[in-house]
């Protein structure tokens, strides 16, 4: 039963670690915003802790997974080994999972990528916009995410250094001050840089 305890503890350090910035991507992407997702960056600062309480419960995990039982008596794993082969394999998919959460915020810009911004039409316009409350690669997508969805946004390359996002849009189908409200909406608030 311990270990489960351990497993269990990995999972909510885990999720703690990466709170600021698997919630917003995952609201982001269900179309859920408001300001108040700025509140979860309170925990970027604290991110490196939770992480190390992760690995140390996942340590502390393998270790008495793998590591040679001493007691072999009645009901322990050693006496079934159909039960710790089945704990082997718990461990080893809770362990991709929570590699997973962890390596979320670093990985998923990678994954979605960027796209060129394309100036062709001489009817758009380009912005850039400084992002506040940014903490991690991963906010990035939130911010550009929540801007794609602004009608007449062609396109959104958002940076997390420098904080900053470059929007190429319609000035006759959205505003600066749309574009503005779609990343505070997203719980990161901006301002005009520059425009051209």
Same mark, same amino acid.
């Given at each position: 039963m311990k270990r ?6 990995a999972?909510?350090?885990s999720?703690t670690a990466?709170?600021?910035c698997?919630?917003?991507s995952l609201l982001?992407g ?12 309170a =925990?970027a600062p604290?991110?490196?802790?939770f992480?190390?309480i ?5 340590g =502390?995990? =393998?270790y008495?997974?793998y ?8 009901g322990s ?6 039960k710790?082969?089945t ?5 080893i998919?809770s362990t991709? =999972? ?5 390596a979320f915020p670093?990985a998923?810009p990678y994954?979605?990528?960027t ?13 850039v916009?400084?992002v506040?409350n ?5 906010c990035?997508?939130s911010v550009?995410?929540?801007l794609?969805?602004v ?6 390359i958002v940076?997390?250094n420098p904080p900053?996002a470059?929007i190429?849009?319609?000035p006759a189908?959205?505003?600066?001050q749309?574009?503005i409200q ?8 901006s301002?005009i840089?520059?425009?051209?």
């Amino acid at each position: 039963m311990k270990r489960q305890w351990e497993l269990i503890g990995a999972f909510l350090a885990s999720i703690t670690a990466s709170v600021c910035c698997v919630i917003p991507s995952l609201l982001a992407g269900l179309g859920i915003g408001g300001a108040w997702i700025a509140y979860l960056t309170a =925990f970027a600062p604290y991110r490196l802790i939770f992480i190390s309480i992760t690995l140390v419960f996942l340590g =502390f995990s =393998f270790y008495r997974v793998y590591r040679q039982p001493q007691d072999c008596s009645s009901g322990s794993l050693c006496a079934n080994p159909q039960k710790n082969r089945t704990m082997k394999k718990i461990l080893i998919v809770s362990t991709a =999972f929570i590699l997973g959460l962890l390596a979320f915020p670093y990985a998923i810009p990678y994954v979605l990528g960027t796209a060129a911004i394309s100036q062709r039409h001489v009817q758009m316009q380009r912005v850039v916009l400084q992002v506040s409350n940014m903490t991690c690669a991963s906010c990035s997508v939130s911010v550009r995410n929540s801007l794609l969805r602004v009608r007449g946004v062609q396109d959104a390359i958002v940076t997390f250094n420098p904080p900053e996002a470059v929007i190429v849009y319609a000035p006759a189908q959205a505003s600066i001050q749309d574009l503005i409200q779609a990343t505070t909406k997203a719980g990161y608030p901006s301002r005009i840089k520059s425009t051209k």
